[in-house]
């Protein structure tokens, strides 16, 4: 449709793919992590070697923006922990009783307020469910050890994790902003392929629930493994 001169993409053994590319590529054996399977997408045109980490830079305008916002709640202290609790995948949502005691949990340990982040709208419109109805369960819980960032656009959301020394949350597109921007990563998984989908470029651990679903991953095993990336990347 895009009437390019070239087209390059995956195909699979056997798939005549002429309608589409003319390049088709063989999909790739096991399990490539998708920036790697993306930059083989390139070798045609001679681009080889492994990918860069990526980088993602913040809007210093919109820094400043929830800079004052936390100003004005008191600020923020170190270790500051950064916590996205929105999922698009069912089986991939942490539960909101996990989030509001793990949220107690890093307060009374570190005396720090939480950045709190999450897809903005409710979760009965049936187009674009979002989460300020759990966002506002865990304020209502936390008070004020919680900072609660509602981002409407993806810059603000950049911005706020910029902000932050490590980043807590569910598998999704917050994950790979925090990757981007260099953020040490606790993450919780339900079913996602660690191997393909894992923050690239970055130290990270990814907990995944016993039978897959990240409902089973414990407030426990969550908090220590935050107190494991803490300490190893000297975030005080």
């Known amino acids: 449709m895009t009437r390019a001169r070239i087209r390059i993409g995956y195909t699979k053994k056997g798939v005549d793919a002429s309608r589409w590319y003319t390049v088709p590529l063989l999909e790739p054996a096991g399990n490539l992590h998708e ?46 922990l950064a916590m996205h609790i929105s999922s698009r995948r069912p089986e991939n949502r942490w539960p909101l009783d996990s989030f509001i005691s793990l949220g107690r949990k890093w307060a009374e340990r570190y005396g720090t307020r ?12 049936v187009y674009h469910p979002g989460d300020d109805e759990k966002a506002g369960a865990i304020v209502n819980a936390l008070g004020q050890d919680v900072l609660a960032c509602r981002t409407s656009h993806l810059s603000e959301l950049i911005a706020v994790l910029s902000m932050a020394d490590i980043v807590v949350g569910g598998d999704g597109g917050a994950m790979h902003m925090a990757a981007g921007l260099g953020k040490p990563i606790v993450t919780m998984w339900g079913s996602t392929n660690q191997d393909r989908w894992r923050p690239f470029g970055i130290d990270h651990i990814i907990l995944q629930g016993k039978s897959r679903r990240a409902e089973d991953i414990s407030v426990e095993a969550v908090s220590a493994a935050l107190d494991s990336l803490l300490y190893t990347k000297s975030c005080f």
């Open 114 to 125: 939480i950045m709190l982040l999450w897809s903005p709208g409710s979760e009965k419109n």
């Open 35 to 80: 920036v790697a399977r993306t930059m083989n997408l390139l070798s045609p045109l001679g681009v080889t070697g492994e990918a860069p980490k990526m980088r993602v830079f913040p809007s210093q305008h919109e820094m400043l923006h929830f800079k004052l916002l936390a100003d004005a709640a008191g600020g923020l202290k170190k270790p500051c």
